[in-house]
């Protein structure tokens, strides 16, 4: 899949549930806002595709430097695939999932393997 600056312009979007605490009506973008206090809510937002390619392209790049890295190590225990979990946001950024996190968290999980 190749990048389309035009996704932003164009509106293309994919819908995502993204969790909130409130929402601001009068943000242009339909941006979200924690404003403490209470249990987010989920739910479900149109997130713009261009900014979405690009983060999530920007992220896999980043993690796999990070593997080459480990994996360069040589050991008796290397690394043959690694689970990364991320949520979306409104606006189409991506946000790493930490393990004490993941529990009871919606989110996308990307598994990377060594080829055999």
Do not use: Y
């Not at 990048?3 to 009068?26: H, K, M, Y």
């Not at 480990?70 to 979306?88: D, K, S």
Request: glycine share 14%; aromatic share 6%; hydrophobic share 40%.
């Amino acid at each position: 899949m190749t990048e389309n600056v035009n996704d932003a312009v164009d509106g293309t979007t994919l819908p995502f549930w993204v969790e909130v605490e409130e929402t601001d009506e009068d943000d242009a973008m339909g941006g979200l806002f924690r404003r403490g206090g209470g249990d987010a809510d989920s739910v479900l937002r149109p997130v713009p595709l261009g900014p979405l390619r690009k983060n999530l392209a920007e992220t896999v790049d980043a993690l796999q430097k990070v593997f080459a890295d480990i994996a360069a190590r040589e050991g008796t225990l290397p690394l043959a695939e690694a689970q990364i979990t991320f949520q979306v946001t409104a606006g189409g950024g991506i946000q790493l999932v930490g393990g004490g996190q993941v529990a009871g968290t919606r989110g996308l999980t990307l598994t990377f393997k060594r080829p055999a």
